[in-house]
């Protein structure tokens, strides 16, 4: 029995339908001699810390500073959920009768080690074979399945996928809980996280915030000289000019009056003449995060709603794989273009046009977004709709010929100094008859130069002749602050991270090989900074918030390598290094255990300054330790002892100073009734009713509480679980 393990369902019944007959099953699909499954992401998630202290799956022992950092000799997988474990029990009774496993993670890192990972922890050492899908359209699955790969050649990937988690569990795990002990022994609190990505991702956002802050407009100008019919040149200064700035801006309006003044009316000697001709091709194909780039100019859509799109339209069938950072095409699939503009109803296409994104070298692990030709389902969704107009149009537009276009330009000299005339005129539109997504939003929106082309073509000049500046103009401009981020900017940024970078070397490598982060990835970091309330949209925009800038500030002294995305975009470049290879992931955990103690120590001993309340100046009743003055949910104010040892909390009385102490006699609650087994420990939860009514079951040993889903035990109350139980629950952290 040949068993397939996919992804997700999608992709199972994409495989299935192309197999045969499929029988739908308890968790697979059963196809003649085969069986198709699936994993739903991660089922599986390596153990918390407070798993790791308490030395059991399901346990949770409180962390401790003293016991940071943790850096387990084992790593260690259970089910991420009880869904996840009837999963996992599903295909560990599929393998007990599979001869052979095929292994259709999707064609990522991330989709070669969700599988690996299951196949090793049920303990799996039969054949396996990797089936590399970009693409779920049948004709697409059929070449697939006819070119399957053996899985052992693809465990470096795996490798560096499996680093890849082991590592931003140790560097996000160890530093936030680093940061939480710290601010709770200063009488603070507050969930703050770190991670490995997005904390030097919401360094970028507020580097630009205080750019914008301590921005100061400066005034500039420039001097156009018109020339006799229409010709508007402007003035190139040297080097050695009197007044301009550092970026050659002229900042004296008193020098460009005096040159308007000695201009006008004067000679204009052509010195020199070009004229040729140019061409531009279509813009390549879309990868992930030129998707999201135009897809928030364009829509405004956020990169997450773009990537579930994407994602939405791959599972159908109708685009190719999304999450690629590459552009380029294989040359094999340059023969369905004609099938596939008939499918797209492009007029006017020529199918035998090739473009220089068809190239089978520049294709990696993935190729660029395109469309299969299957038809947009009735059911899509708006966004769906929309990223599939823009991958149809990027698609058609390299089936038309280059735009091509006349450039002259005019060099003349007046009364001694230098002034160009430029034009630009398009001969033919080509590809651009489609749309123009070629150019750069700056360009888009006339700012990519202070000096704009003449209106309409240059007459043919001939070096020597003699013309009359008829009259100097001076043209004021002032400079502009930089632009809070946008989904899409962000993207652009992460992905072009070499140029923050000042080291020459690092920024050689970067501009080659990395970015911060994956295109997997980036979506899901900036709505993980939103939902930490570190960073908050705005429109369009993307700002961080006070709790934002706060972290950052404290970080960039305390941890600065935390902060630095140059550091942590060098370790992606290791990463890559494991999946190619060229280095042992052994030697890449070495040096990331050496980081993480370094930075665990100092944001423990690190002065906190605004992340950590002020103290009172009144000492605890009980121990005389400074309090700290805090306010509830409900707005009250209180104070709690700074001593995590007391832990004490009093009210705070009008004239400032401790009260009675809260909850000092206030009974236990005594559950109402019994409820079902604990998932964890399997003891009798109870059956307790908050304020507002709403029931709840509740672990005794403290493992956890659900909300009560008729009698039964529903979604899991974490926030609630962690108030009664007053332990810690910490997630993964990238």
């Given at each position: 029995m040949r068993l397939f393990i996919a992804e997700k369902p999608s992709v199972a019944r994409a495989i299935a339908q192309t197999l045969g007959n499929a029988e739908k099953r308890d968790g697979f699909l059963a196809v003649g001699k085969a069986q198709v499954t699936w994993c739903r992401g991660h089922l599986l998630s390596l153990w918390t810390p407070e798993e790791v202290i308490a030395g059991k799956a399901?346990?949770?022992?409180r962390v401790d500073a003293s016991h940071l950092p943790i850096l387990p000799q084992s790593w260690k997988l259970r089910p991420r959920d009880a869904d996840a474990a009837?999963?996992?029990?599903?295909?560990?009774?599929?393998?007990?009768?599979?001869?052979?496993?095929?292994?259709?993670?999707?064609?990522?890192?991330?989709?070669?080690?969700?599988?690996?990972?299951?196949?090793?922890?049920?303990?799996?050492?039969?054949?396996?074979?990797?089936?590399?899908?970009?693409?779920?359209?049948?004709e697409s699955v059929k070449k697939a399945l006819a070119a399957l790969k053996d899985n052992a050649s693809m465990q470096a990937i795996s490798a560096s996928a499996e680093c890849r988690s082991q590592a931003d569990w140790m560097v996000g795990m160890n530093a936030s809980i680093a940061l939480a002990r710290n601010i709770q022994a200063k009488g603070g609190s507050g969930q703050w996280s770190i991670g490995r990505v997005q904390t030097p991702t919401l360094a970028l956002l507020v580097k630009r915030e205080e750019e914008m802050k301590n921005f100061q407009p400066r005034d500039y100008y420039l001097v156009a000289a018109h020339i006799r019919e229409g010709i508007k040149a402007w003035w190139r200064m040297g080097k050695d000019q009197e007044g301009i700035d550092e970026e050659n801006r002229l900042l004296h309006s008193e020098i460009a009056e005096d040159l308007v003044q000695r201009i006008s009316g004067q000679p204009a000697k052509v010195t020199a003449f070009t004229r040729k001709e140019g061409k531009r091709e279509a813009p390549l194909p879309y990868s992930l995060s030129t998707l999201q780039k135009t897809a928030s100019s364009r829509f405004g859509m956020s990169?997450?709603?773009?990537?579930?799109?994407?994602?939405e339209l791959y599972e159908a069938g109708v685009t190719t794989y999304p999450r690629t950072d590459c552009s380029y095409l294989p040359m094999e699939q340059h023969g369905d273009a004609a099938r596939i503009l008939q499918a797209l109803g492009i007029e006017g296409a020529d199918p035998a046009i090739r473009h220089g994104a068809w190239n089978t070298a520049r294709v990696e692990a993935h190729h660029g977004i395109i469309p299969t030709g299957q038809p947009l389902p009735g059911s899509a969704s708006r966004e769906a709709c929309q990223i599939f107009g823009l991958v149809r149009e990027s698609y058609a537009r390299l089936f038309f010929p280059p735009e091509r276009f006349e450039e002259r330009e005019a060099t003349f000299g007046i009364v001694g100094e230098t002034f160009v005339a430029k034009s630009r005129v398009i001969t033919d539109p080509g590809w651009t008859r489609l749309g123009d997504e070629g150019k750069g939003e700056e360009e888009k929106n006339g700012k990519g130069t202070d000096e704009q082309d003449t209106s309409g073509a240059l007459p043919i000049l001939d070096k020597g002749e003699e013309r009359v500046c008829e009259r100097g103009e001076v043209v004021a401009r002032r400079t502009q602050p930089p632009k809070p981020f946008t989904d899409g900017t962000l993207i652009t940024a992460m992905t072009r991270i070499h140029t923050l970078v000042e080291d020459p070397k690092r920024k050689a490598r970067l501009r080659e090989t990395s970015g911060l982060g994956t295109e997997a990835t980036r979506a899901g970091i900036i709505e993980t900074l939103i939902a930490r309330e570190y960073v908050e949209r705005r429109q369009k925009t993307l700002r961080p918030t006070k709790k934002g800038m706060q972290l950052i500030q404290t970080m960039r002294v305390a941890a600065?390598?935390?902060?630095?995305p140059g550091l942590t975009a060098i370790w992606e470049d290791g990463l890559a290094d494991i999946a190619s290879g060229r280095l042992v992931p052994s030697q890449f955990m070495a040096r990331q255990v050496e980081a993480v103690q370094v930075i665990t120590r100092k944001i423990l001993e690190a002065d906190l300054g605004g992340l950590a309340p002020k103290p009172s100046g009144i000492l605890c009743p009980l121990c005389q330790s400074a309090l700290v003055p805090r306010t509830s949910k409900k707005g009250n104010p209180f104070l709690t002892c700074s001593n995590t040892a007391c832990g004490a909390a009093f009210v705070q009385k009008t004239d400032g100073t401790a009260g009675a102490r809260i909850g000092e006699d206030r009974p236990a609650p005594q559950a109402e009734?019994?409820?079902?087994?604990?998932?964890?420990c399997k003891a009798t939860t109870g059956r307790f009713t908050t304020a507002r009514g709403h029931g709840y079951f509740q672990c005794p040993k403290g493992h956890g509480l659900w909300w009560d889903d008729n009698g039964k035990l529903g979604k899991e109350w974490e926030a609630r679980a962690q108030q009664k139980t007053g332990k810690s629950s910490t997630s993964r952290k990238i």
């Amino acid at each position: 029995m040949r068993l397939f393990i996919a992804e997700k369902p999608s992709v199972a019944r994409a495989i299935a339908q192309t197999l045969g007959n499929a029988e739908k099953r308890d968790g697979f699909l059963a196809v003649g001699k085969a069986q198709v499954t699936w994993c739903r992401g991660h089922l599986l998630s390596l153990w918390t810390p407070e798993e790791v202290i308490a030395g059991k799956a399901g346990e949770r022992a409180r962390v401790d500073a003293s016991h940071l950092p943790i850096l387990p000799q084992s790593w260690k997988l259970r089910p991420r959920d009880a869904d996840a474990a009837r999963q996992i029990r599903v295909i560990a009774g599929l393998l007990k009768t599979a001869d052979e496993v095929v292994h259709a993670g999707d064609p990522d890192r991330e989709g070669q080690l969700l599988v690996d990972e299951v196949l090793h922890y049920l303990g799996w050492k039969g054949p396996t074979k990797r089936l590399w899908l970009s693409a779920m359209d049948p004709e697409s699955v059929k070449k697939a399945l006819a070119a399957l790969k053996d899985n052992a050649s693809m465990q470096a990937i795996s490798a560096s996928a499996e680093c890849r988690s082991q590592a931003d569990w140790m560097v996000g795990m160890n530093a936030s809980i680093a940061l939480a002990r710290n601010i709770q022994a200063k009488g603070g609190s507050g969930q703050w996280s770190i991670g490995r990505v997005q904390t030097p991702t919401l360094a970028l956002l507020v580097k630009r915030e205080e750019e914008m802050k301590n921005f100061q407009p400066r005034d500039y100008y420039l001097v156009a000289a018109h020339i006799r019919e229409g010709i508007k040149a402007w003035w190139r200064m040297g080097k050695d000019q009197e007044g301009i700035d550092e970026e050659n801006r002229l900042l004296h309006s008193e020098i460009a009056e005096d040159l308007v003044q000695r201009i006008s009316g004067q000679p204009a000697k052509v010195t020199a003449f070009t004229r040729k001709e140019g061409k531009r091709e279509a813009p390549l194909p879309y990868s992930l995060s030129t998707l999201q780039k135009t897809a928030s100019s364009r829509f405004g859509m956020s990169a997450a709603k773009t990537l579930a799109a994407a994602q939405e339209l791959y599972e159908a069938g109708v685009t190719t794989y999304p999450r690629t950072d590459c552009s380029y095409l294989p040359m094999e699939q340059h023969g369905d273009a004609a099938r596939i503009l008939q499918a797209l109803g492009i007029e006017g296409a020529d199918p035998a046009i090739r473009h220089g994104a068809w190239n089978t070298a520049r294709v990696e692990a993935h190729h660029g977004i395109i469309p299969t030709g299957q038809p947009l389902p009735g059911s899509a969704s708006r966004e769906a709709c929309q990223i599939f107009g823009l991958v149809r149009e990027s698609y058609a537009r390299l089936f038309f010929p280059p735009e091509r276009f006349e450039e002259r330009e005019a060099t003349f000299g007046i009364v001694g100094e230098t002034f160009v005339a430029k034009s630009r005129v398009i001969t033919d539109p080509g590809w651009t008859r489609l749309g123009d997504e070629g150019k750069g939003e700056e360009e888009k929106n006339g700012k990519g130069t202070d000096e704009q082309d003449t209106s309409g073509a240059l007459p043919i000049l001939d070096k020597g002749e003699e013309r009359v500046c008829e009259r100097g103009e001076v043209v004021a401009r002032r400079t502009q602050p930089p632009k809070p981020f946008t989904d899409g900017t962000l993207i652009t940024a992460m992905t072009r991270i070499h140029t923050l970078v000042e080291d020459p070397k690092r920024k050689a490598r970067l501009r080659e090989t990395s970015g911060l982060g994956t295109e997997a990835t980036r979506a899901g970091i900036i709505e993980t900074l939103i939902a930490r309330e570190y960073v908050e949209r705005r429109q369009k925009t993307l700002r961080p918030t006070k709790k934002g800038m706060q972290l950052i500030q404290t970080m960039r002294v305390a941890a600065p390598s935390i902060v630095d995305p140059g550091l942590t975009a060098i370790w992606e470049d290791g990463l890559a290094d494991i999946a190619s290879g060229r280095l042992v992931p052994s030697q890449f955990m070495a040096r990331q255990v050496e980081a993480v103690q370094v930075i665990t120590r100092k944001i423990l001993e690190a002065d906190l300054g605004g992340l950590a309340p002020k103290p009172s100046g009144i000492l605890c009743p009980l121990c005389q330790s400074a309090l700290v003055p805090r306010t509830s949910k409900k707005g009250n104010p209180f104070l709690t002892c700074s001593n995590t040892a007391c832990g004490a909390a009093f009210v705070q009385k009008t004239d400032g100073t401790a009260g009675a102490r809260i909850g000092e006699d206030r009974p236990a609650p005594q559950a109402e009734a019994e409820g079902p087994a604990c998932p964890r420990c399997k003891a009798t939860t109870g059956r307790f009713t908050t304020a507002r009514g709403h029931g709840y079951f509740q672990c005794p040993k403290g493992h956890g509480l659900w909300w009560d889903d008729n009698g039964k035990l529903g979604k899991e109350w974490e926030a609630r679980a962690q108030q009664k139980t007053g332990k810690s629950s910490t997630s993964r952290k990238i």
